[in-house]
């Protein structure tokens, strides 16, 4: 087993860009995940142009090619898992690959869906720059030629994500509608829970992360281990289904792929060493911590299980909503160009709870590509929400409560701010929310452009991006900037904790976590993995399982060798399905299977005369050769042969068919074999 | 191992389905449904007996777990009954739209019952709520681990929304029951669908064990052009139906040719029961068919364009109008109501669904041509209306229930939910046609069924390995041969028999090994057996030499 970790983060955060590996098990090549890196494209400036753009390049924006697209050049790759819809963004960079020709996906149908969605609305909002520039013709652009790339490298150096090894020139034109096809083409989507074969051995089963509607963790079982790959999750989530950590226990190895708290590690650091500098300050801290190792696993489930992360999640979300009341009645109108699908949705129910409360009518625009469809389809997979919202269904009631507020015409959908219906609908204050986070692309750039000036409006920010290189175009800024962070995995301080419950052998954790995981008196070794370089584990187990239909072994006939062992032959059919290895009859059972086809130890050449003589054979010694320690004999009758002996070897002469069958037999009366 | 299967209800016979099967010890219940034809102890499967038959305390202990199938009172009447006063509290599964809609029907019977016939209440309400609330929601195709060692998952099945055939196993054995299933899709369900799956025992419905239909198309058409000629003589149409399935499915079709037609006649439903019923369905869209889902956000089709608001009194209102009214069959309630109003026009059409029960209005209409009906003493209704019987089945048909039964190839085939002398018409052609043994139990009989076990044992990375690269060549060399001729299909086995050798040492676990690893692992001296033309022995002249000595010897011997 090996892996290699292919990158860690680009950009956005764990949300928006996972990491990215490369499993190789068994002899075949696994990518797990492969998000879009958009840290480059903070260097471009957004269109249309206005006044000074900060230095920024002004030009068709080159995206960073996927680590994974090098991967599949050198190696090629047999299967894709991805774990969320921010995974799939990448792929379409790898489609027309001739490593990636007979690549299997497998996604969730919800991520597959939304996946697609994003990528297509992507390449839509790119597309403005398109229309701007023209076509990036392919070649290479004057800006990536000499100073201005140096430029660009210092600019990408400051926005810390990248790291001096990336090659920039390998920035590439972002993918097409058709690159997208192609891709979709490969995706065999899944639902949680549904066991997928692949290449016969391996079983590929997704189970809920929590963290994003359709994110999944995976649990890959081959024939000689099991290994769970995962990724950012949430024990307990106001939208989507729970994380199902039941589903993962006692899998062999654990691929903890949740970086999410490394991004914010410097935050909790801080907090650690107040810590370690008082120990009551801990008790005090709202975040309750497991701290006995003895604990048992009901109280180890309790813990993880708590509220506490979704109550400040929600909490958080809460005191967003009061600054945009804040906003809203001060005149001022909200920008939120927010792109996670989960905070979107909790945010249209408090946001509209809150105007409820305070009497306060504005409209809340969604102006996206997607808002429709996304609208429509969060409120028809009610298999893939949490236990609340599937209350909901049983009781009849809408899963979200952005049905009522389309009909209440509270809320109103539309694909562009050119949309025809928008003009009239339009109006000042209002809540808006549309894509990109990057602050490059889409509807957002324009809404900015107009509300940058005004102290009354707010924008509210995700954290993760480089705020200040973002909004960098929009100089100078009067508006309100509110930067938040959301639930992205697991805390730290539960890991070790979720460890205990899942019971790996081994656990391959990001060098960054190191200093955070205990290694003392635990059940389970540590492997520590960083980006680029590639750690192997040996086989857990040397041995395969296969399963021997009780038909196949009433035929063996097993041969007692001494007190303690016996041997058979086996003549079987193997079959591989469902990744289990399955010996079956064969279906012609030839006399042949009574013959040994191997012997051992030497042949008494003394012993075999009789048998011979026994099967009606005339025989007898030839003129015996001591000094080479070699007999021979002479068989006369039925027909003529001659066998020859020696300590490890037995030569039989003869040309007649049946004759030699009829030694052979004699022979293997007298000799050790099967 | 075995799986012992009891049929406690649908055994030569429609209604009540229940079979218990019991895989490798472990018991699970498959459907626990209501008979609507009879009201006596007939009415439920005969629980009590299965319990004393089992030998254990109560249900709760007998059974892994329940599954049901659909949310039809045929397949889950009789589950708030067994939960709430048999009191089997253990897991009870379905899928999420069934456990979304099997209350409405509950109680939707349940009212009626009640009403008709005063019969002495079975379950209340409040028991249909605590028995919804046990229920653990199941998705397509997630495989469920119900214990350590049974198996659940669920399959497409068609039939209504949420309909699933039921894939059950433990250790090596496995078996599917299908439920209810359709093998065509219709106008808002996919068709079913299942993986080819190893089975030892398939347990299928055969409503149409030996009829084969005809298309769908022709049969909608002739209810839509009855509707159309109705309403454009300016009659009214009643279309008696339950609250949901053939409900949605008949009002997107009138939906549908209405926005052809460009109509303007308003469709009404009557109850508020199925207006919320179509809310379901919209937030149930993912369990439709693959057309639906892909365009339910530009279009959801259960958002009907041509369905108005409606109350009761409109029954009395003047022009034409459609209009959906609860319960089917006409046997009591809003559908009785304006049955009484419409019936006496020559103008109105009553439509009819395929089957009624005994008893019923709509049992009465579809036995001859009745001028008169007598709802009471007192009551009278002169039946001057056309009627039309509606063709359509969400049933597969025969030739649907072969084709699933080759497709599976399962060891054995039991048939439920049809009819007798169908059953045994189907049992043949399934034993002649495709030489799998099937059965067909009467209630309250048990078909015990053997199944093929498998030994675990280890084996080595260099007998895996060189099993595949063996069967890899034989398949290339199929491969060459395929290309080669062109057309002639190869048939046989696909893989070549491999070799090794099992070696079985004491205390220790049989392991499968390589011949030459055998040697090694013996620490033993290999003993090579040659065989040699002889005269190719190279000693050809010692040899003719030899032999002549002997055949002297011989002769020798001979002249003593």
Sequence with gaps: MKLTCLSTTGGGGSYHSPASHLLELEGLRFLLDCPIDLTALADFSPVPLTGDAGGLIRAVPRYLSPAAAAAAKVGGIDAVLVSSATGVLGLPFLARLPGFAHTKIYVTEVAARTGKLMMGELVEMHREFVRYYGPDTGELPRWMEGEKLNELLSMLEKAVTVDKGDDLTSLMPLYSPGNIEECMQKIQPVKYGEEVCFNGIFTLKASSSGLELGNSVWTIKGPRASITYLPSSVFVSAHALDFDYSSLKENDVILFSDLSSLNDMDVDNDKLDEHAMDETEHSLCRRSVLRDDGADVDEKIAFLCNNDDIKEEIERISYICSCIIDAIKSGGSVLIPIGRLGVILLLLELISEMLHSSSIKVPIFMVSETAEEIIAFTNALPEWLCKSRQEKLFSGEALFDHVDLLKEGKLFLFPHLHSKDLIAAWKEPCIVLCPHWSLRLGPAVHLLRRWHADKRCLLVLEQGSDAELCLKPFMPLAIQVLECSFLSGLRTEKIDTLLGVLKPKFVMLPEGLKSRCSVKGRPWSFLYYSKGKTIELPNLQEDFEVHLGTDVAHRLQPRKLNETTAVARLRAKLHVSSGQYQLAAAEKQSDQSKRHLLHWDAVDPDRLLPALQEKGMVCSFAADDDSSGERSVLITSPGEALVKITSDRTVIYCDDERTSGHIFDALSRVCNGI | ?560
């Design chain 2, 1 to 560: 191992m075995a799986i012992e299967c009891l049929v406690l209800g649908a055994g030569q016979e429609v209604g009540k389905s229940c079979v218990v099967a019991t895989i490798g010890g472990k018991r699970v219940m498959f459907d626990c449904g209501m008979h609507m034809g009879y009201h006596d102890r007939r009415h439920y499967p005969d629980f009590a007996r299965a319990l004393a038959a089992w030998g254990v305390p109560d249900f709760t202990s007998a059974l892994a777990c329940v599954v049901i199938t659909h949310f039809h009172l045929d397949h889950i009447g009789a589950l708030p009954y067994f939960t709430e006063v048999c009191g089997y509290h253990g897991p009870i599964y379905m899928t999420y739209p069934t456990k979304a809609l099997a209350p409405f029907m509950l109680e939707d019977y349940r009212k009626v019952t009640m009403d008709q016939r005063g019969e002495a209440e079975q379950y209340s309400y409040e028991d249909i709520l605590r028995c919804m609330k046990k229920v653990i929601p199941l998705d397509l195709k997630q495989t469920v681990q119900v214990d350590k060692d049974l198996v659940i998952r669920a399959y497409y099945a068609g039939h209504v929304l949420g309909a699933a055939m039921i894939y059950a196993k433990v250790g090596d054995a496995a078996m599917v029951y299908t439920g209810d299933y359709n093998m065509t899709p219709d106008r808002h369900l996919g068709a079913a669908q299942i993986d080819r799956l190893k089975l030892d025992l398939l347990i299928t419905e055969s409503t149409y064990a030996k009829t084969i239909r005809d298309s769908k198309h022709a049969r909608e058409r002739e209810f839509l052009k009855a509707v159309h000629k109705c309403v454009s003589g300016g009659g009214k149409v009643l279309i008696p139906t339950f609250a949901l399935g053939r409900a949605q499915e008949l009002c997107m079709l009138l939906d549908d040719y209405w926005e052809r037609m460009n109509l303007k006649i308003p469709i009404y439903f009557s109850a508020g029961l199925t207006i919320q019923a179509n809310m379901y369905y919209k937030m149930l869209i993912g369990w439709t068919s693959q057309k639906i889902k892909d365009s339910h956000a530009v279009h959801n089709p259960f958002d009907f364009k041509h369905v108005c608001h409606f109350e009761r009194s409109f029954i009395n209102n003047p022009g034409p109008c459609v209009l959906f009214a609860t319960p089917g069959m006409i046997s009591g309630g809003f559908s009785l109501e304006a049955f009484k109003k419409w019936a006496p026009s020559n103008k109105n059409l009553i439509t009819l669904p395929g089957y009624c029960v005994a008893g019923t209005v709509g049992h009465k209409l579809m036995s001859g041509k009745p001028t008169r009906i007598d709802l009471d003493k007192d009551t009278h209704i002169d039946v001057r209306c056309q009627i039309h019987q509606l063709a359509f089945s969400p049933h597969t048909d025969s030739k649907g229930i072969m084709d699933l039964t080759e497709f599976l190839s399962p060891k054995h085939v039991i048939l439920v939910h049809g009819e007798k002398p169908q059953m045994a018409f189907l049992k043949e052609r399934i034993e002649s046609e495709l030489g799998i043994p099937c059965f067909y139990p009467a209630n309250n009989e048990s078909v015990s069924i053997p199944t093929t076990d498998n030994l675990k044992m280890s084996t080595t990375e260099r007998f895996i390995t060189s099993c595949a690269a063996e069967q890899g060549k034989q398949s290339l060399r199929k491969r060459n041969l395929i290309h080669g001729t062109g057309t002639s299909e190869v048939n046989g086995c696909d893989e070549a028999a491999v070799e090794g050798v099992i070696l079985m040492e004491k205390h220790k676990a049989p392991k499968i090994l390589c011949e030459d690893e055998l040697a090694q692992v013996l620490g033993m001296e290999r003993h090579l057996v040659q065989f040699e033309a002889l005269g190719s022995s190279g000693i050809e002249e010692a040899v003719e030499l030899e032999f002549k000595r002997a055949e002297a010897a011989d002769l020798g011997s001979d002249g003593k």
